[in-house]
């Protein structure tokens, strides 16, 4: 939907792919590498979960040696940059991008196309990740709460979605 895909621009959620990719492609590289290993091992599925606080455990041991600090401080530098590439950035990455694509919704439904992208929605639902680590790493919202979203009625020249009347 054309004027879905302009309101990324006028909305300011323009992702600048390629640099975006180039920028980030080592992060993008150690995030898919460690859960690549991580899915190899046995109950792998239950053991996801526990990497943050594996590298947590990490960290503070390591904080905890009785180390000069030149050696110290190299190595919880990485742990921490690894930490924050590894479990913050990807997470932090498709929280700004769900917020971008609410926005561009507003800026379609403000149009008055807010039925026809539904429609769209409605037709090519797609497959949802399972579990929580799934929903983290979502980049989309749920087509079925922004279908509700772009469906419901308008008040205003604001576009917002009208209250409920109180009975």
Known sequence: MA????GHHVTG??????????LCWPWQAVHRAVM???GMLPYAEASM???PVIFTVALVRTAQLDAPPEQLVPVLAL????????????VADAALVRASERATD???TQREAGADL???????TPCRPAGLL?????????????????TAPRCGSTGDVCPLPVI
């Open 134 to 150: 799934g929903w983290l790493h979502d980049r989309h919202p749920s087509t079925t709460a922004r279908v509700d979203r772009l």
């Open 79 to 90: 742990l921490v940059t690894l930490t924050l590439g590894i479990f913050v950035a990807p």
């Open 36 to 38: 690549r290993l991580g």
């Open 118 to 124: 539904a429609a769209a929605l409605h037709s090519i």
């Open 49 to 51: 979960p526990l990497l």
């Open 106 to 108: 507003r800026y379609t």
């Open 3 to 6: 004027i879905h895909e302009i």
């Open 13 to 22: 959620g323009t992702r600048y792919g390629l640099l975006a990719d180039w």
